[in-house]
Structure formats: structure tokens, C-alpha cells
């Protein structure tokens, strides 16, 4: 085929002699995973045949949004947002659409920067976990026509994009229920920034399961949500509470760190002091004394983001379930 006729094949020609709809094209250049092999194949030999060249930055135009999807994650070095960050990615591409994925190291201005250069590119949709001192305002102005905004994990004040997290308050609410159902009376909340809305929902978790009963003692010991945190905080907690019975921790890399400094005390997880963290990383039950602990689910974060962007779910706020898995701590 000469280069004036290859210049005016349309996705409407590889359809008609490949014997499928627009749409089925469509999806193949995108690689989508939703076409079987064999209809797959009969597209691309209608391309071949045919000589369609797909010119992604005119479909781009017309669209006014590309096929990519911006995945901005606060903490790439972090177990819980990389398995995250992972998770995500691979639910999108089942989508047909690109990714890339960046990383914030938790600063506004990055965040901002990165954000601004990607817009650029004219994202089909930006899927963030803001940093700490994210502003509400900054992410409304993000979401147009063309581009939607879903925040992950944490949820900001005023903010009117769409929010997937999972149900933090009810996660520490069953951790401390179930130290409670022990016989423990003195328990202790350990690590995290209080400044970001994960921290304010299961500390309010954990109050509110101390709450259900009148003879119990609570302490609350900040720090930042790290193992170094973790051993700082429980060394706190041990000073100043000695007849402290179990920890609550905000994560498990914190729970990781309280268990250190308790192991170089002479104390024992789950003997002498019960310890319950948040995330269930894949450490958690390869320890010496397996971790309790909550189990986020990151696979159904990642499905309920993409329903998000094709349309399928509304949206909004969305919670999902979490699990406490108790193990020997």
C-alpha cells in the first residue's frame, strides 16, 4: 500500500476487514487483556494488511486525555505503598491503559512538581497518596472534564475527589477488642503522625474500643511511623507506663520496632506485652514471635480505583473491609 492510501486508513477499515467493532480495536492497540488471543490476532493482521499506523498523540487531542494513568505514591520506599503502588499498576494495564509510577519522598513540593509535569502529558487520571500537608484545594483544581483525581489511603479535609482507604477505625477497633477479650486493662497506642487522616481513624478506632468499657487505662505515644519510631516510642511507653499490659501500633513497621526494644528488655510479644500492628506486611508472619495484626487489602483498593475511573462505581468515599489476624504477639 502507497503512503498516501496507508495515511488515510481509519481504525474504521482494520475493524471491517478484521471482523470486529471499533471498540475491539481499540482495545488491542491498547493492549488490553480483556481481547482473546484469537480475535487479537485477526486485528493485528488487519493492521498489518492494512498498514494502520495508531497515532496516539492525535487520539490524545481528540480525547483531550491520553491513555495514561499517574500513579503518585507518598513513600515508595515504604513495604506497604510499594505493595501498594504494585497492586494498582497491574489492575490498570488489565485496563488497557499506560502507567507511570512516581514517588513523592513525602514532600509537598515534589508532589507539586511532579503533578504539574505530568499534567503535560494530558493524564486520563491521577491516582495519589497525598503527603503529609496535602492541600484540599490543590487536588480539586487537578480533576476536569477530562481528568479524574482518586487519593488512596489518605483522605483530606474538604477535598472533593474521589477517596479509597480502608477502614482504619474499625481496624484498631477490633485490634484493642481483642486484647481487651485477653484480660488486658492497660493498653497503649503506639507511633504515627498525627497530622495525616490514617493516624486520626484508628487512634479514633482504638478510643472508641476503649471507650466500651469503664475500668480500662489507654496511653497514647506518637512518633514517626518508622521501626527507629517504634523503638523509640515503646522505650517511652515502657518509662512512663510500666504496667502497661499490650500495644496497639499504627503500622507494623512501628509494631517491627516495639517488638525489638521489648525482645532486648527481656520481654516476650504476646506473653508479656501483646502487640498488634497495622498492614500485614509479608514480614509480619515470618517473625520470631508471628505478628497480629490488621490485614489491608491492596487488591481491592486497586479494583475499587479502576471502577472508579471506567465508571462503574461512583464516586465518592469508599471503605474497605479489613482483617485482624491473630497470630502469637
Known amino acids: 500500500m502507497n503512503?498516501?492510501?496507508?495515511?488515510?486508513?481509519?481504525?474504521?477499515?482494520?475493524?471491517r476487514i478484521a471482523g470486529v467493532s471499533k471498540s475491539t480495536v481499540s482495545l488491542v492497540l491498547r493492549h488490553s487483556e480483556k481481547v482473546s488471543k484469537n480475535t487479537k490476532e485477526k486485528v493485528l493482521s488487519a493492521i498489518k494488511q492494512t498498514g494502520y499506523v495508531y497515532n496516539?498523540?492525535?487520539?490524545?487531542?481528540?480525547?483531550?486525555?491520553?491513555?495514561?494513568?499517574?500513579i503518585v505514591i507518598n513513600d515508595l520506599t515504604h513495604p506497604f505503598f510499594a505493595k501498594l503502588a504494585v497492586s494498582i499498576e497491574a489492575h490498570i494495564r488489565k485496563l488497557g491503559f499506560m502507567t507511570t509510577?512516581?514517588?513523592?519522598?513525602?514532600?509537598?513540593?515534589?508532589?507539586?512538581?511532579?503533578?504539574?509535569?505530568?499534567?503535560?502529558?494530558?493524564?486520563?487520571a491521577f491516582v495519589i497518596c497525598p503527603t503529609v500537608n496535602t492541600q484540599a484545594s490543590w487536588l480539586n483544581q487537578l480533576r476536569t472534564p477530562s481528568t479524574q483525581v482518586i487519593t488512596v489511603i489518605r483522605q483530606v479535609n474538604n477535598c472533593d475527589v474521589s477517596c479509597v482507604l480502608p477502614n482504619n477505625e474499625l481496624g484498631t477497633f477490633q485490634a484493642t477488642k481483642a486484647l481487651i477479650a485477653r484480660g488486658h486493662k492497660h493498653i497503649a497506642f503506639i507511633g504515627g503522625d498525627a497530622t495525616v487522616s490514617d493516624y486520626q481513624q484508628r487512634l479514633n478506632g482504638f478510643n472508641?474500643?476503649?471507650?466500651?468499657?469503664?475500668?480500662?487505662?489507654?496511653?497514647v505515644f506518637?512518633?514517626?511511623?518508622?521501626?527507629?519510631?517504634?523503638?523509640?516510642?515503646?522505650?517511652?511507653c515502657l518509662a512512663q507506663v510500666p504496667q502497661v499490659e499490650s500495644i496497639v501500633c499504627f503500622n507494623d513497621m512501628v509494631a517491627y520496632g516495639s517488638v525489638?526494644?521489648?525482645?532486648?528488655?527481656?520481654?516476650?510479644?504476646?506473653?508479656?506485652i501483646g502487640v498488634i500492628g497495622f498492614d500485614d506486611l509479608d514480614e509480619s508472619k515470618n517473625m520470631g514471635?508471628?505478628?497480629?495484626?490488621?490485614?489491608?487489602?491492596?487488591?481491592?483498593?486497586?479494583?475499587?480505583?479502576?471502577?472508579?475511573?471506567?465508571?462503574?462505581?461512583?464516586?465518592?468515599?469508599?471503605?474497605?473491609?479489613?482483617?485482624?489476624?491473630?497470630?502469637?504477639?
Open 56 to 70: 496516539r498523540e492525535a487520539a490524545a487531542m481528540r480525547s483531550k486525555s491520553s491513555d495514561l494513568v499517574a
Open 289 to 329: 514471635v508471628p505478628l497480629s495484626t490488621v490485614q489491608i487489602n491492596t487488591d481491592e483498593i486497586a479494583k475499587t480505583v479502576c471502577n472508579i475511573i471506567q465508571g462503574i462505581t461512583c464516586e465518592g468515599l469508599h471503605q474497605i473491609p479489613v482483617a485482624l489476624i491473630e497470630r502469637d504477639s
Open 101 to 124: 509510577l512516581v514517588s513523592t519522598n513525602e514532600n509537598a513540593l515534589i508532589q507539586t512538581q511532579v503533578v504539574a509535569k505530568l499534567q503535560e502529558y494530558r493524564v486520563k
Open 208 to 219: 472508641s474500643a476503649i471507650n466500651t468499657q469503664s475500668d480500662l487505662h489507654s496511653w
Open 222 to 236: 506518637n512518633s514517626v511511623a518508622s521501626r527507629y519510631g517504634g523503638r523509640m516510642a515503646m522505650s517511652e
Open 260 to 272: 525489638e526494644h521489648l525482645l532486648e528488655q527481656g520481654l516476650k510479644p504476646g506473653e508479656n
Open 3 to 15: 503512503k498516501s492510501n496507508t495515511q488515510s486508513v481509519t481504525v474504521h477499515d482494520v475493524a
